[in-house]
């Protein structure tokens, strides 16, 4: 049995004992017992977070997410260039389509992977690369949005600019992938 099944076996049996000895009186709860089922609740959710981020940080995790991040962010920015090159030929209410089709698994991929990006590159550039990222992912809604509501020329326009967020993600993760 993993640390996780523990922790959450802890964590639910701790809630149990917790309800019923709050069930017991309809007016007082009985604290001397109460406080030390909430201890051990707290004990299993510590036990949890713990076993989560040393999961998290393992190495062949982190290698692996980060080959994903930088496959994934490759892949966005390749598909918004031929995307940006097409967007004018396209009708309106086709670019929303495109957007699902082209980004929807790689901004995933990404987003699963991010929390590596701490780990291996520390807190600045985590919030430097999901900062673009960020942005170039709410541009990539304003797209879809604008072409469900039939804006074509605010659509392609904020093609230009998810790219341009997108291609500053990669250029981060670029330099301090090389820099590790």
Not at 94 to 109: I, K, N, S
Request: a neutral charge; aromatic letters at 10%; glycine letters at 4%.
């Amino acid at each position: 049995m993993t640390i996780d099944r523990i922790a959450l076996l802890i964590i639910a049996a701790s809630f149990l004992t917790g309800t019923y000895l709050a069930s017991l009186d309809e007016v007082l709860v009985k604290w001397v017992f109460f406080v030390p089922v909430l201890l051990v609740g707290a004990l299993g959710v510590v036990l949890l977070r713990r076993s989560r981020k040393a999961q998290a940080s393992a190495s062949h995790v982190l290698h692996g997410n980060r080959d994903t991040l930088i496959s994934s962010l490759n892949a966005i920015v390749s598909s918004l260039q031929d995307f940006d090159a097409i967007k004018e030929t396209l009708p309106t209410d086709q670019l929303r389509h495109e957007v699902d089709q082209r980004f929807r698994g790689h901004l995933l991929a990404f987003v699963e992977a991010r929390e590596s990006l701490s780990h291996l590159y520390g807190l600045s550039f985590y919030a430097q690369i999901m900062s673009s990222f960020a942005a170039g992912e709410r541009y990539l809604n304003r797209v879809w949005s604008a072409s469900t509501d039939g804006y074509g020329e605010e659509a392609c326009a904020y093609i230009s600019r998810a790219l341009t967020q997108f291609r500053e993600a990669q250029d981060v993760l670029a330099k301090v992938t090389k820099a590790a």
